[in-house]
C-alpha cells in the first residue's frame, strides 16, 4: 500500500454529545484515507449508521474500537439499513464513491478489532430473535459475520454489546479465516453461552489462539474444562 500523509490516529477520550452526522462524514471524507487508529470506545454507543458511513472511508485502518447502537431512528429520521448493509459482492469496488458497497476496507490490514453492539430502546424485537426474521438485528448480525470473516490478519478481537456473535446457528462457522486471532477478549459480554459445539469449533480453527478473557465465571466452567482438554495451551484469564 502506498504511503498516505494525513492524520493517522483519532480518539474520543470522553463522551461528545455533539458528535453527529457532519461531524461524521468530514471526519471520513477528510482524514479517513490516512487513517490507521480510530477510537470511539468512549462515545456511549455510537450510532449504527454513522459507523457504517464512517468506515467506508478508512481503507487503512490498523486499530478500530466503537459501541454501537442499532435504533430505527436518529433524531426524528427513520434509518434506511437497507442501503447501508448492501453488498454486491467481490468485484464490487470497496471504495465505490457513491457508497453502495460497504465492504469494509480495511480487511487486508485490521489487527485489533474492539466493537460492542447494543439495541436501541425503539427497536422493539426481542434480544433472542430467530435467525432469519428480517428484523434490523438479524441483517445486522448477517453483515457483521460477512465482514469479519474478511479480517484475515485480525490479531485481537474484543467483542461486547448484547448480542452473542459466537454461534454456530447464526454464522460462526463462516469466521474460520482468523487464523492469525490470537486473543479473544469477552469481558465486555452482558451473556455468554457456548455449546461444546461452538468451542470445538473454536478449539479447531481458530489454531493461533492464546488467550482467551472472560470465562472465569463458575457457570462456564465445563466450557474451559472442554477447551483446555482440546487446546492445553490457552490462556483463560
Keep these: 500500500m502506498e504511503r498516505v500523509t494525513g492524520l493517522q490516529e483519532f480518539r474520543i477520550l470522553s463522551q461528545i ?11 471520513g471524507r477528510y482524514h479517513g484515507a490516512s487513517l490507521e487508529t480510530l477510537d470511539f470506545s468512549q462515545q456511549t454507543r455510537f450510532p449504527a449508521h454513522l459507523f457504517l458511513q464512517l468506515i467506508r472511508h478508512c481503507p487503512r485502518l490498523r486499530v478500530l474500537r466503537c ?10 429520521q ?10 454486491h459482492g467481490k ?6 464513491s457513491g457508497g453502495r458497497n460497504n465492504d469494509w476496507p480495511f480487511a487486508s490490514t485490521l489487527k485489533h478489532l474492539d466493537l460492542a453492539v447494543y439495541r436501541g430502546s425503539d427497536l422493539e ?21 460477512t465482514q469479519v470473516a474478511r479480517l484475515t490478519l ?6 461486547g454489546g448484547w448480542m452473542m456473535l459466537l454461534r454456530m446457528g447464526w454464522g460462526l462457522d463462516k469466521l474460520s479465516n482468523l487464523k492469525s486471532l490470537k486473543i479473544l477478549d469477552l469481558r465486555e459480554h452482558t451473556f455468554i453461552r457456548l455449546s461444546e459445539e461452538e468451542v470445538e469449533w473454536i478449539a479447531h480453527n481458530w489454531t493461533a489462539l492464546v488467550e482467551i478473557w472472560g470465562l472465569r465465571s463458575p457457570n462456564l ?3 474451559v474444562q472442554q477447551l ?3 487446546r492445553p495451551m490457552i490462556q483463560i484469564l
Design 17 to 27: 454529545g455533539d458528535f453527529d452526522e457532519i461531524s461524521t462524514l468530514a471526519l
Design 67 to 76: 459501541n454501537i447502537v442499532l435504533c430505527k431512528e436518529h433524531q426524528g
Design 78 to 87: 427513520t434509518i434506511d439499513y437497507s442501503n447501508l448493509l448492501t453488498i
Design 91 to 96: 468485484d464490487a469496488s470497496a471504495n465505490n
Design 125 to 145: 424485537i426481542d434480544s433472542n430473535y430467530r435467525l432469519g426474521d428480517g428484523s434490523v438485528s438479524d441483517r445486522y448480525i448477517a453483515y457483521l459475520y
Design 154 to 159: 485480525l490479531e485481537e478481537w474484543r467483542l
Design 221 to 223: 466452567q465445563p466450557i
Design 228 to 230: 483446555k482438554s482440546l
